[in-house]
Antibody, heavy 122, light 111 residues
Framework: QVQLQQWGAGLLKPSETLSLTCAVY????????WSWIRQPPGKGLEWIGE???????NYNPSLKSRVTISVDTSKNQFSLKLSSVTAADTAVYYC????????????????WGQGTLVTVSS | DIVMTQTPLSLSVTPGQPASISCKSS???????????LYWYLQKPGQSPQLLIY???SRFSGVPDRFSGSGSGTDFTLKISRVEAEDVGVYYC????????FGQGTKLEIK
């Protein structure tokens, strides 16, 4: 059973850099895109970006200038950095794997972390 | 950027009755590999989202067969044949053909 465990600072001041890490336990690290998604309080899901095991990244154009996603395959971990945060970046941040699919009677991917609330306030 | 538009944004359903959610994309989600990269997620209250349907109509692990997905190109539908109390939450469609974009979400509640 694959589990994603995420951690990072939950309270930031404006202009600081958000930093979160997600560890993947119990399964293969290759074959997926490892993503970050956020959800402002009471609102919907926003995809931030993703990385694969070889380090290839894709970013949401609206956040690209402030986002860096990196991977440490030796630890089966990937990380998010979001610079120059403001109150608008206050959200629950999730790590997740894409895609999810089933083949040969087994299903793969579709994993999500537990979410981390990050609050930006002076 | 691909925009995903869901309707309705909320619905209230009596247990045992059907429910349907529409999702429209601003561009075709049909890839040259023949697959259509449209997914459906359910976020139950206080939980992380969970995958229900992948590639338009394939149910993911453990998803009851009362859930079904259909559609093609730019128009997609999630149907619940008989709503149960455990189905409450917010349903999101997501495209995966060009980066990823979620719809606004549809909140399902029980009457």
């Amino acid at each position: 059973q694959v589990q994603l465990q995420q951690w990072g600072a939950g309270l930031l001041k404006p202009s600081e850099t958000l930093s979160l890490t997600c560890a993947v336990y119990g399964g293969s690290f290759s074959g997926y895109y490892w993503s970050w998604i956020r959800q402002p309080p009471g609102k919907g899901l926003e995809w931030i970006g993703e990385i694969n095991h070889s380090g290839s990244t894709n970013y949401n154009p609206s956040l690209k200038s402030r986002v860096t996603i990196s991977v440490d395959t030796s630890k089966n971990q990937f990380s998010l950095k979001l610079s120059s945060v403001t109150a608008a970046d206050t959200a629950v941040y999730y790590c997740a794997s894409f895609p999810g699919y089933c083949s040969g009677g087994s299903c793969y991917g579709g994993y999500w972390g537990q979410g981390t609330l990050v609050t930006v306030s002076s | 950027d691909i925009v995903m538009t869901q309707t309705p944004l909320s619905l209230s359903v009596t247990p045992g009755q059907p429910a349907s959610i529409s999702c429209k994309s601003s561009q075709s989600l049909l890839h040259s590999d023949g697959k259509t990269y449209l997914y459906w997620y359910l976020q139950k209250p206080g939980q992380s989202p969970q995958l229900l349907i992948y590639e338009v109509s394939s149910r993911f692990s453990g998803v009851p067969d009362r859930f079904s997905g259909s559609g093609s190109g730019t128009d997609f539908t999630l149907k619940i044949s008989r709503v149960e109390a455990e189905d409450v939450g917010v349903y999101y469609c997501m495209q995966g053909i060009h980066l990823r974009t979620f719809g606004q979400g549809t909140k399902l509640e029980i009457k």
